[in-house]
């Protein structure tokens, strides 16, 4: 897939994960202010697989629903979608990245900001 074609396939937000060149696995932005119904792409880049935690029902993730009432995890090769279906509020997230056996930093734990 070319640049301008991943480009117009881009959710409204995009959270990026990486690697620094210290070794320490991070994630860019450490937190998204969404309004709510909005898709964000979750972007590995470590070359290896991640796991991204979050809250019970705060995404539909593209298999069948919802999260239930605890949280779920998802695992992220390239690219995953999900689309935002909370209420107003900020929720914590952590990533657990493969490459370096640590959670991804943000400025502190990653959050997602619905609005």
Do not use: W
Not at 25 to 46: F, G, H, M, R, W
Not at 51 to 68: E, L, M, T
């Amino acid at each position: 897939m070319s640049s301008s074609q991943y480009e117009t396939a881009m959710s409204d937000f995009t959270v990026h994960v990486f690697v620094n060149s210290s070794g320490e696995a991070i994630v860019s932005p450490p937190y998204v202010v969404a309004k709510k119904n909005k898709e964000i792409d979750i972007v590995n880049l470590t070359g290896e697989d991640i796991h991204v935690f979050y809250p019970a029902n705060i995404f539909d993730d593209g298999s069948g629903g919802k999260a239930g009432k605890h949280s779920k995890a998802v695992s992220v090769k390239d690219t995953k979608k999900v689309h935002n279906t909370t209420d107003r509020g900020a929720y914590r997230y952590s990533v657990f990245c493969f490459k370096t056996g640590t959670l991804a930093k943000g400025n502190s734990d990653p959050e997602f900001i619905i609005e």
